[in-house]
């Protein structure tokens, strides 16, 4: 089992920043893959960034590229979303999940089995 907890969301104006912040507790060998991924009202929740939990490689969707980056502090079991150059159309609620699996599409929802509670992010213009 894995516990996932986010923090950091908030409200900011068309070209602000935000941090989110997931910690992590449990199983380890359950985090193979930790991903943000974000749902709109009316929307289907999507992904967004993925990281490799050994490798560090990271995933990120077309919509973000060049203004999120994900990252991972293993001594703090972890994971942040850096999101810069923020627009209306980001906001969302957003998700932190982890997966054990070993698989080609990190930012596939049906992909990973535990998820935390979610944290509000607002773009205003």
């Known amino acids: 089992q894995v516990q996932l907890v986010e923090s950091g969301g908030g409200s900011v104006q068309a070209g602000g920043s935000l941090r989110l912040s997931c910690a992590a507790s449990g199983n380890t060998n359950s985090r193979n893959y930790m991903g943000w991924f974000r749902q709109a009202p009316g929307k289907e929740r999507e992904g967004v960034a993925a990281?490799?939990?050994?490798?560090?490689?990271?995933y990120y969707a077309d919509s973000v590229k060049g203004r999120f980056t994900i990252s991972q502090d293993n001594a703090k079991n972890t994971v942040y979303l850096q999101m810069n150059s923020l627009k209306p159309e980001d906001t969302a609620t957003y998700y932190c999940?982890?997966?054990?699996?070993?698989?080609?599409?990190?930012?596939?929802?049906?992909?990973?089995?535990?998820w935390g509670q979610g944290t509000q992010v607002t773009v205003s213009s």
């Open positions: 990281i490799h939990a050994r490798t560090g490689l990271t």
């Open positions: 999940a982890a997966t054990p699996q070993t698989f080609a599409r990190p930012l596939s929802v049906n992909a990973y089995g535990f």
